[in-house]
């Protein structure tokens, strides 16, 4: 096929996918294009595509249309929504740090075990849930996880035909928490974070969610990939649907995407930015001193302009710089809340 021909055969395949949008778009009769008479006439009069390349283009356009309510998946990948993995860090010696990167029933248990681990050495002021790039389509285990910081029964959210609540306890969470989140956050991770929205303690940051909690069933097609179907919207705990915007955090963190993922694995990673700008990270890092450090080396002579040995005997190295802007937001607001008191804050 020469290249004018394959150009031609590009525009054709241009033109049935922009009709083919209109026709499931649905824009009133007179507009809308019946999809077997569209396929019959490419079929018979454009020889140089063939019935399975307008059968492929159909399934691409309808995935593409749709891409919130069914999409594709594979058997491995629908495995890998049973797994789940945290990763902890600890901030200032009192601000714990949990990262998941799934929600499923074995994240509650795995959590209360890593966060009764750390508060066996450590009295915590803080907790931070990173919610960021974080799905799941165990509703249960949402909940689940949601009923861990409640010490009264209350309406969590509904999936399908399953009303959620959460338990009254006497060891509930109460350590004031922070949810950080992004439009990544999806289905179960955003139903989770909106069962918490009105929790006493807890605040959620970031960016709205992606507005993908849905119930899905999955369909196993001949091919041997899954295709996952949205069969209904949750319901937040007034019985309102889920916004198709997702979920609007309380405080906004001006990020992009694209600056989030760098931070993934490494909140410590000089952002790329900065790197290109040639940012120096020893000068970043420069200790800082508190009024009885400067108190004492004026008493020892010890001159306090200048990074001298002596000087770093008598002061404490700083803190690796946290350059992941909400993380970084979400350890300071906690910070402040150590002095202020939770309720303070007006939600």
Do not use: W
């Not at 350590?175 to 989140?181: N, W, Y």
Request: aromatic residues 8%.
């Amino acid at each position: 096929m020469n290249d004018i021909t394959m150009d031609r055969t590009k525009l054709i395949l241009c033109v049935f996918l922009t009709f083919l949008t209109l026709s499931l778009l649905g824009q009133g009769d007179n507009e809308t294009i019946k999809f077997k008479e569209l396929y019959d006439i490419i079929k018979t009069r454009v020889p140089e595509i063939s019935e399975s390349q307008i059968e492929a283009a159909a399934v691409e356009g309808i995935l593409n249309k749709f891409s919130n309510y069914v999409h594709i998946v594979s058997e491995d990948s629908a495995q890998q929504t049973n797994q789940t993995t945290i990763k902890t860090l600890l901030f200032e010696e009192n601000i714990a740090y949990f990262k998941f990167t799934n929600i499923n029933q074995e994240l509650s248990e795995k959590f209360s075990i890593l966060l009764s681990e750390i508060e066996k050495t450590n009295k915590l002021k803080g907790i931070i849930l990173d919610l960021r790039f974080c799905g799941g389509k165990d509703y249960a285990a949402a909940a689940k996880l949601a009923d861990l910081f409640y010490t009264e029964e209350k309406p969590l959210f509904i999936a399908g035909n399953t009303k959620y609540s959460s338990t009254k306890k006497t060891n509930a969470i109460e350590v004031p928490t922070i949810i950080l989140v992004n439009s990544e956050t999806s289905a179960g991770a955003e139903a989770f974070a909106g069962a918490l929205k009105d929790c006493k303690n807890i605040l959620i940051i970031g960016n709205n969610t992606k507005g993908k909690a849905f119930s899905y069933s999955d369909i196993k097609l001949s091919n041997g990939k899954i295709l996952r179907v949205a069969s209904s919207r949750i319901k937040i705990s007034n019985g309102e649907l889920f916004p198709t915007n997702g979920l609007k955090p309380e405080i906004t963190v001006d990020v992009s995407l694209e600056e989030e993922r760098q931070f993934i694995d490494d909140p410590y990673k000089l952002p790329k930015r900065l790197a290109a700008e040639g940012e120096s990270t020893s000068r970043l890092t420069r200790p800082r001193l508190n009024e009885d450090e400067l108190v004492k080396m004026k008493k020892e002579g010890i001159d306090y302009t200048s990074p001298t040995t002596e000087r770093e005997k008598v002061s404490k190295p700083e803190p690796k710089i946290v350059y992941d802007p909400v993380l970084s937001r979400a350890i300071d607001i906690l910070k402040v809340l150590t002095i202020i008191g939770f309720e303070r804050i007006q939600k």
